[in-house]
DNA sequence: GCGCTTTCGCTACGCGTCGTAGCGTAATGC
DNA sequence: GCATTACGCTACGACGCGTAGCGAAAGCGC
């Protein structure tokens, strides 16, 4: 977020109710108008505020709509279903379920393009969203290895890689399932990509991040 | 594609130079402008067209930037490495290396964004893009099959459902790390990539599709 | 060669959005 | 009450969009 109080001192402060209408009215918008025709007037019109105030807050439509996207994977959440396998499904089927948002569909991928070419959106996506859900990877790798599924990890560095390699994995997975090939990420084939995951990690005799057993 | 000979009869052809002359202003654009910034107006002027050419051969900006980005994948290639790992490991390399080039960062994720809003846009991208790369898939795992590394498929259904798999886990993974987690797809990730995915589709004991082993 | 057909380059236009400036007013803290 | 900041509103120049209309060019069939 950027507002609240803007720090210590005096003044009228600003309305916390017109930031929840604006991005409020941002979704709206984006599920309306998709990406493209989505213009900062209407969502000020939308949201009921002038179009100045939205500027006065937020630099223009990339980083509006960051914030405006990164609210709905807050949502996720990673109950104890029992088994690793029955974790991941879960949660990846909430990551299928948000995706398929007409709100998170076109908003993410449009800045995530717009972020290629702006270092700074680059980042504010992966503080607010990115690394903010990586933490669903750690919490179901802990879990599962105080059920004894996984073994602990001694290298630090090490586990952090593979979390890392994992959340691409995931989430590079359905987004693509999901926004290029345009098919539901269903239950068959969440299974499947569960399934592939699971037995990729488990099943390794050696360490494959050491260079001899290549 | 969609000019060449416009179909039967007489009158000025369409200039073939000028076609290519354009697509290639489009990805220069793509570098130094990126997508929001690109305007018709300017890649007529760098292709040496006039704009009205431009709006006679594309619809618009959407349709211009899927056709320019989509000769950049056709440069993928398979060649046999000796093992599947090696052919994996090689094809994702490529495929990393292309989505490094700046005109393909912005250019692909942008018109996926818009996509989502679109169906005809994707299936243009789905046909033009996906589908045709979606070849390697099916061609490493016939390698692979002939190796012996691969268990023939029975089932054609079953075979296709993994191949998408195949398709969206990697080719997802790969532009996950690459533009959302902005971190390069090295030698060492791919390998750890390539590592999981291939223990997970070998080391399956029974058929995962199967709903009596769950 | 000659005419028919289609493309091309060019200019000009109305439309909509952008992002900002300026002003008077409203809501706070001290 | 007084300084300070946020707010709503209006107006503005700039720019890209997508199209229309024109004369000229480049092929094809005869």
Do not use: C
């Amino acid at each position: 977020m950027q507002s609240s109080t803007p720090a210590g001192r005096a003044g009228r402060p600003r309305s916390a109710a017109a930031d929840t209408a604006i991005l409020a009215a941002t979704r709206a918008a984006l599920v309306d108008l998709g990406w493209s025709k989505l213009t900062l007037g209407d969502v000020a019109t939308r949201a009921g505020v002038a179009k100045t105030t939205l500027y006065r807050r937020w630099a223009g439509k990339n980083e509006l709509v960051v914030d405006a996207v990164a609210e709905l994977f807050d949502e996720l959440e990673l109950p104890d279903r029992g088994s690793l396998a029955d974790d991941i499904e879960g949660v990846v089927l909430q990551f299928a379920a948000i995706l398929a948002r007409p709100e998170a569909r076109s908003g993410l991928m449009a800045v995530v393009a717009e972020s290629t070419r702006d270092d700074a959106l680059r980042e504010r996506i992966r503080t607010s969203i990115v690394e903010r859900q990586k933490r669903l990877v750690l919490e179901g790798r802990a879990r599962a290895q105080t059920r004894g599924e996984l073994p602990p990890e001694p290298d630090a560095a090490e586990a952090a890689r593979t979390a890392d390699l994992i959340f691409d994995m995931v989430a590079g997975a359905v987004v693509h399932r999901t926004l290029v090939s345009a098919e539901a990420a269903n239950g068959d084939w969440v299974r499947s990509l569960t399934q592939v995951l699971l037995w990729g990690l488990t099943s390794r005799p050696t360490d494959p991040a050491d260079p001899d057993d290549a």
